[in-house]
């Protein structure tokens, strides 16, 4: 045994020499370098960040523009100031495994900013900037070394850097196909003054928004996914005279009108199921409620077509039966959540949601 272990020590011991050689040359490779060179961050506590969309947060913050997001980046950096940054989840799940990706205006290529083990759902942290007073040698993504001196003092400003993220787990990359989407989500109180005569709720509660940004997430998979992308272009669908078929030219179309989508302004309604029109898109309790279990596509996509500008005439709402089958946007979106249901495809489902109270 022991001559076995001195066996491997001295294997160790060279594979460092040959590391540290390797180091020394111009042509070391990105494997090493990357170890060498990114910080990491764990985000996943209350000692290291705090949570938004937690009861009784103020509804005000939580419906404004500083929760304004892309759901293509869905954990956001955005810059506070040159020296400081904010991260921030805004998925109702925890993700590991990530690098923070700046592209920084002046810089030629994009900076393997540090990385993070792990940040808990919608936590949000911030942070300086570690080249401030640490470590100003930097990977790119393409595993060649940047460094960041010129910054050191000065810091970067705001508007010169712009952040994404990268990693290989299933989860995100599977987050990462949202990027596809030009959707920015905040969430709306429609109902400021609580009129009872309206079918919005009076309030949007931060477990409805909690909720609501696992869905609208699961949502964005369908809708970016290849299958849905070809079942679209193949489906019946009407317009809004209730008879003319859309061409293959117009469906194509409209499925990017779709992914271009700007801005989701997203509430919850009662007394009906959905409410939907140009950016505006309300979901009831029990999509809330249902959406990682049931097929919801009948309402959600079904409202999603009234925010493309369909009426209920054409079946980018409700289905159309043609020869005996339902056809149109709803239809088409249920087997796809019934497919991906089957496969566990779906990025936020009832194993990885943070908070199990809020789907009871
Ligand atoms: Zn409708």
């Known amino acids: 045994m022991k001559y076995i272990y001195t066996c491997k020590n001295i294997l160790l011991l060279m594979s460092m020499l040959i590391l540290i050689s390797c180091s020394n040359d111009d042509n070391s490779s ?92 919608h936590a949000k942290q911030e942070i300086k900037y570690s080249f401030l007073s640490e470590e100003t040698q930097f990977i790119n993504v393409n595993g060649v070394m940047v460094d960041l001196s010129d910054y050191s003092t000065e810091g970067i400003l705001a508007d010169k850097v ?38 919005w709720s009076d309030d949007i509660s931060a477990k409805d928004i909690r909720r609501f940004s696992g869905m609208i997430i699961n949502l964005g998979y369908i809708f970016a996914s290849e299958a849905f992308e070809e079942g679209f272009l193949k489906e019946h669908l009407i317009k809004n005279d209730g008879a003319i078929v859309m061409t293959s030219e117009e469906k194509k179309e409209l499925y990017q009108k779709l992914i271009n989508k700007e801005f989701l302004k997203c509430g919850k309604v009662v007394n009906v199921s959905g409410l939907g029109g140009g950016s505006t898109f309300g979901v009831a309790e029990h999509i809330l409620r249902d959406y990682l279990t049931k097929k919801t596509g009948h309402i959600t996509a079904h409202e999603f077509g009234h925010c493309l500008g369909y009426n209920h005439s054409s079946n980018m709402t409700y289905p159309i039966k043609v020869e005996g089958i339902k056809t149109g946007i709803a239809p ?29």
């Open 30 to 121: 990105e494997a090493e370098n990357t170890e060498f060179a990114v910080r990491e961050y764990s985000f996943d506590t209350d000692a290291n960040s705090k949570l938004m969309f937690r009861d009784g947060e103020d509804q005000e913050l939580m419906t404004s523009e500083t929760r304004r997001y892309e759901i293509g980046k869905i954990i956001r950096v955005k810059p506070i100031d040159a020296f400081t940054i904010e991260v921030a989840n805004f998925a109702p799940v925890d993700i590991e495994n990530v690098f923070i990706i700046a592209d920084i205006e002046g810089v030629g290529s994009k900076i393997k900013l540090f990385k993070i083990n792990k940040i808990r759902a």
């Open 162 to 199: 712009t952040f994404d993220f990268m990693g290989e787990s299933e989860l995100v990359k599977k987050l990462k196909t949202l990027s596809k989407l030009k959707w920015d989500i905040r969430y709306h109180d429609f109902d400021e003054n609580n009129n009872p005569d309206n079918n």
């Open 332 to 360: 088409l979106t249920n087997r796809i959540i019934e497919d991906m249901f089957s496969k566990k495809a779906f990025p936020v489902d009832g194993d990885n949601y943070y908070k199990s109270t809020d789907l009871e």
